[in-house]
T-cell receptor, first 114, second 114 residues
Framework: DTAVSQTPKYLVTQMGNDKSIKCEQN?????MYWYKQDSKKFLKIMFS???????INETVPNRFSPKSPDKAHLNLHINSLELGDSAVYFC?????????????FGSGTQLSVL | AQSVTQLGSHVSVSEGALVLLRCNYS??????LFWYVQYPNQGLQLLLK??????LVKGINGFEAEFKKSETSFHLTKPSAHMSDAAEYFC????????????FGQGTELSVKP
């Protein structure tokens, strides 16, 4: 049983399209995150939700909209995709917002915008 | 605010040699420090973390790191490299005033030569 699972693993799409990435965790954690890893492997936090409530929004363009229907799911919807959105997107979870907690990462979604 | 700098984007060692990956941090409050490893096409896994207990922290796969406040460093070491250690390594910092946000360094790619 995968602890943090993301779908799809690969996503290839045209500029201007709208796409979604889904994430589910079966660990019973309260907090979930989206991170973006660029082509130079740099990882940056995008969003964090705690019990379905948005707690971190790192000046991400409003074309990106996270949605958390329940605390086990955090989806990422991207409107009007641009070339610069090409990256690997990682979902992660942790038991709570405590800063010394370990993060559990999904295996990533590689998004390619053509 | 917190930040992390990893010295050297790429480190190459011979199998059996010492592994040393450097990390320096900046934090205005007591930090929590982490090392994560990313194998190709996978998500990140926690190697070890420092949370203000012992300054020498032992992790999985024979890795350890020492927190040195005077040097603001948290370097990762392993006495003897294995081929299976080849991966991307990320140092990261968080703090109690960051709402659970983890800030990553740029990553260091470790290559192990036979």
């Amino acid at each position: 049983d995968t602890a943090v699972s993301q779908t799809p693993k690969y996503l290839v799409t045209q500029m201007g399209n709208d796409k979604s990435i889904k994430c589910e965790q079966n660990l019973g954690h309260d907090t979930m995150y989206w991170y973006k890893q660029d082509s130079k492997k740099f990882l940056k936090i995008m969003f964090s939700y705690n019990n379905k409530e948005l707690i971190i929004n790192e000046t991400v363009p409003n074309r990106f909209s996270p949605k958390s229907p329940d605390k086990a799911h955090l989806n990422l919807h991207i409107n009007s995709l641009e070339l610069g959105d090409s990256a690997v997107y990682f979902c992660a979870s942790s038991p709570n917002r405590v800063p010394n907690e370990k993060l559990f990462f999904g295996s990533g979604t590689q998004l390619s915008v053509l | 605010a917190q930040s992390v700098t990893q010295l050297g984007s790429h480190v190459s060692v011979s199998e059996g040699a010492l592994v040393l990956l450097r990390c320096n941090y900046s934090s205005s409050v007591p930090p929590y420090l982490f090392w994560y490893v990313q194998y190709p096409n996978q998500g990140l896994q926690l190697l070890l973390k420092y949370t203000s207990a012992a300054t020498l922290v032992k992790g999985i796969n024979g890795f350890e790191a020492e927190f040195k406040k005077s040097e603001t460093s948290f370097h990762l070491t392993k006495p003897s490299a294995h081929m299976s250690d080849a991966a991307e390594y990320f140092c990261a910092v968080s703090a109690y005033n960051q709402g659970g946000k983890l800030i990553f360094g740029q990553g260091t790619e470790l290559s192990v030569k036979p």
